[in-house]
């Protein structure tokens, strides 16, 4: 008779069969997820909505002519390059000469000439979106403008006009198209500009009224007093004004104190120059009254830095007098041709001994790295150690009046707000936020 499997041993066999199915299929799930992954498509780098062939056709392109940089800075909506590490005691090679700069998406050009102040080399203002070759004429020869070594990441950010920022970035990297297994010869300097909706997480200036000041003696400094006219009053005042106008403009501002009476050094991570260098400002306004000992001496003054032009000031003078709401003063003046427009003149370091340094606090504190901020006594070097690398504001001084004047009082008295809404629709104008 033959021998028959019993049936409960089949059903043992097949209790055990389905757990051992499940985890080899468990397991080859597993090993296809780590082993087998399938390779997501990668992006390659473009600019101008072109293709990446498109792309690869517009920037790789050697030049036989090229003129290598190693160094870069921003003072206010200026863009500084140089052949070596930034200081004032190296020969600015890039004074007297013109950049071209050539938009790839519509070969379009924009050229400027760069002067020796730092304020006027690639200026920032009212370039159209694109990317742009840079290129330097020298000598009459065109040449792009190379990085010695590939520049990081960054984005610098423009004032806001009509709503809206531009963010400027420097790309310059021989492997900018490695993505298209391409390695440019070398690193070519390009910006990339875009526009976008502004926002609050920067201003686009800083406005600084005078009094209060803690920064020469311990006593709260009330500044000058005369003909019933007490500085640090005024200033406030003129800077609440101020502000409003200039926000009427669409621009952001925000005022170094927070009252009237707020004691406020400059000097400090907590200091008035900080609330501009932690919201990227690009302007500072220092509002101020001027005193004298004779009654004679009168008018408006405006000091710049002496790593500055006087353009912004001249500019800002020129549209305040044609209101007839100020005159310019008689008695500074850095060029006759020129009244009330004053540079500030240099002093010896404390720690170098280089005679380098704008004698002005303000404008030299303000400035960033342009303009040495954190380098000029101990105190500086301690206080505002994190302003030397930083950008720079471009800053002015407003000296609106001398109060020891009775004309000038009296007419500060009288035309207090026209005079401050003058002077701020001479400072967008001055910086293309209007239309003259």
């Known amino acids: 008779m033959a021998y028959a499997p019993r049936q409960r041993k089949y059903r043992i066999k097949l209790k055990i069969l389905i757990p051992l199915l499940l985890l080899i299929a468990l397991v080859i799930y597993a090993g296809v997820s780590v082993f087998l992954v399938k390779e997501e498509k990668k992006t390659s780098f473009t600019v101008c909505g072109f293709t990446p062939e498109k792309t690869v056709s517009v920037l790789n392109k050697k030049s036989a002519e090229i003129m290598s940089v190693s160094d870069y800075l921003y003072y206010g909506e200026s863009l500084n390059l140089f052949d ?12 007297s000469k013109s950049v071209v700069l050539h938009n790839v998406c519509d070969d379009s050009e924009v050229t400027m000439s760069m002067g020796n102040t730092v304020d006027q080399k690639i200026v920032l203002q009212n370039i159209k979106d694109g990317f742009y070759e840079v290129n330097v004429i020298d000598n009459m020869i065109k040449k792009r403008v190379v990085f010695a070594n590939p520049v990081e990441s960054n984005t610098f950010t423009t004032a806001k006009r009509n709503g809206k920022v531009q963010n400027v970035s420097i790309i310059a990297d021989k492997d900018l198209l490695k993505d298209q297994n391409i390695t440019m010869d070398q ?16 201003i686009d200036v800083l406005i600084d009224p005078y009094g209060m000041n803690v920064d020469v003696q311990n006593v709260p400094d009330k500044g000058n007093e005369a003909n019933g006219l007490v500085e640090n009053d005024e200033m406030y005042d003129a800077a609440v004004i101020m502000k409003k106008e200039l926000e009427s403009y669409g621009l952001r501002v925000e005022i170094t104190k927070d009252s009237k009476d707020q004691v406020i050094e400059t000097y400090g991570e907590d200091g008035r120059l900080s609330k501009g260098y932690k919201k990227q ?64 003149s240099l002093t010896q370091g404390r720690l170098d001994n280089e005679t380098i340094y704008d004698l002005n606090l303000q404008l030299r504190e303000s400035g960033g790295r342009a303009t040495l901020a954190g380098r000029y006594s101990q105190t500086s070097a301690e206080a505002n150690k994190s302003f030397k690398d930083a950008n720079g504001m471009q800053g002015v001084e407003l000296d609106f009046a001398y109060i020891t004047n009775e004309e000038d009082a009296a007419n500060w008295k009288k035309n207090k707000e026209k005079i401050v809404k003058s002077c701020a629709k001479a400072f967008a104008l001055s910086i293309n936020v209007l239309e003259g």
């Open 281 to 344: 400002a690009k302007y500072y306004l220092f509002l101020r009254f001027n005193a004298n000992p004779s009654s004679e001496a009168n008018g408006m003054e405006i000091w710049h830095s002496s790593y500055s032009s006087a353009t912004l000031a001249r500019n800002m003078m020129y549209y305040m007098e044609k209101d007839k709401v100020v005159k310019a003063g008689s008695l500074y003046y850095t060029n006759p041709s020129w009244p009330g427009i004053v540079t500030t």
């Open 187 to 202: 690193n070519y300097m390009f910006l990339n500009i875009t526009s976008k909706e502004a926002n609050d997480d920067q």
């Open 84 to 95: 070596q590490s930034y200081s004032p005691l190296h020969k600015d090679t890039m004074a």
